[in-house]
């Protein structure tokens, strides 16, 4: 082998050793990207991830609220109702007991 042939073979080598350095750089880089920009980014979705959190939570807070304002419309609603229900069949028991009255008396004048 002359010095020429070893020329080569060394260059070769070397430019096989810079491609393969230089394409497992590029998959090292293409694997764990996380890069300035993209750091950013997360930081920007974390704090959109948070205030969503936040902002469902007090949406919970706010129907719970609702939901037992609503309840206790509900059962004054009920107990209303109870108590007219009680005062008509009140007031058609004296209906009918006036009726009969009324049918007795007109029963003894006839």
Excluded at 85 to 95: K, P, Q, Y
């Amino acid at each position: 082998m002359n010095r020429m042939q070893l020329t080569f073979a060394t260059a070769i080598v070397l430019f096989l050793a810079f491609g393969l350095g230089w394409l497992a750089h590029w998959l090292l880089q293409r694997l764990t990207r996380v890069a300035g920009g993209d750091v950013s980014e997360m930081d920007h979705l974390a704090q959109s991830l948070h205030e969503a959190e936040e902002q469902r939570d007090q949406a919970i807070l706010y129907l719970e609220a609702r939901e037992a304002e609503l309840v206790g419309q509900l059962a004054s609603s009920d107990a209303e109702l109870r108590a007219a229900m009680e005062g008509l069949r009140d007031a058609r028991a004296e209906s009918e007991g006036l009726k009969a009255y009324i049918e007795e008396l007109q029963g003894r004048k006839g």
